[in-house]
């Protein structure tokens, strides 16, 4: 089955399909005769799986650890029924603050926000969250992607100070010289390319469009 097939089969576009493979969720064979990504009835009905709870705003770790079967979906329910316990009292409780600045009918200037500011701290102190959560996610996948960027920065470093010594002990021709310099320096291009490429899918992209199944 064609990936087109699938999109229709479940309701979702090849993005979150990629999404999916790349989070280990998902591991379709490929066909011998083309390499081409062949996905089976099984994959659909993984998938449709997945869509779901997805829609249920189960976490990918938690789908990855029932897929591994390292967690039952009757102990990945009664977790996320506690979640989502937890999420109503935090909104109930940005409500009735929300309901507060609202009926208060204070001018914008006038806005006591020093105050707000610190009964939400008090509330964040007791377990309310106040913060963007996928802000939050966000935050922590560029960090990840930075980290692996800059590992491969610095190897592309070491490898153009190497080149840059080694020609100081044995000069070589000056064109053989700047070839060999000038592939470390394309790598990290390329590798500053691909970073921001990344922060672009983070931002809103696979992953942002992912989390909506």
């Known amino acids: 089955m064609k990936i087109n097939q699938v999109e229709q089969a479940v309701g979702i576009t090849r993005k979150n399909i990629r999404f999916y493979e790349e989070q280990g969720l998902l591991h379709p064979s490929r066909n011998p005769v083309n390499g081409y990504r062949d996905y089976t009835d099984s994959d659909v009905s ?12 189960v976490p990918i770790e938690e789908i990855r650890q029932l897929r591994e079967n390292r967690l039952s979906l009757t102990d990945c329910m009664q977790r996320h029924i506690i979640h989502l316990n937890h999420e109503k009292q935090n909104l109930s ?22 105050d707000y500011l610190e009964k939400m701290r008090q509330l964040e102190e007791g377990g309310t969250r106040f913060m963007d959560i996928e802000k ?40 053989i010289f700047l070839f060999f310099l000038a592939i470390p320096v394309i790598v990290i291009v390329c590798i500053v390319v691909a970073l921001c490429q990344r922060f672009r899918e983070i931002e809103g992209g696979e992953e942002h469009e992912a989390v909506k199944y």
């Open 46 to 57: 993984l998938l449709l799986k997945i869509r779901l709870l997805r829609r249920l705003s």
């Open 93 to 114: 409780l940005i409500q009735e603050m929300c309901e507060e600045i609202g009926s208060a009918d204070t001018p914008f200037d006038s806005l006591p926000a020093a």
């Open 136 to 175: 939050e996610d966000q935050r922590k996948r560029k960090y990840g992607a930075v980290i692996g960027a800059m590992i491969m920065i610095l190897l592309m470093g070491f490898m153009i100070a190497l080149f840059l010594w080694g020609n100081t002990v044995d000069p070589i021709p000056t064109g």
